[in-house]
């Protein structure tokens, strides 16, 4: 799949510009593409998202509805 990496460079640079620490840009339309590829490729697995990873409320909305499941641990 192809990323619009032109586009996504483009929106990291104006956003981060006025940034003054770190920050992480996150495309949920790859993200999306990317989870069904692998419930494509491991389809009878259960799939857990570790939530400790990235807590992002978007990211986990948008995974449960794709139908993943999470695991929570601290």
């Not at 992002?56 to 929570?72: K, M, Q, R, V, Y």
């Amino acid at each position: 799949m192809p990323i619009e990496s032109d586009r996504l460079l483009e929106v990291a640079k104006t956003r981060l510009a006025c940034e003054k620490t770190p920050a992480l840009l996150m495309d949920k339309g790859l993200i999306k593409a990317k989870y069904e590829e692998f419930r494509r490729c491991f389809g009878r697995a259960g799939i857990y998202y570790a939530v400790k990873s990235n807590p992002h409320p978007a990211i986990i909305t948008l995974l449960d509805g794709l139908g993943c499941d999470f695991e929570i641990s601290s």
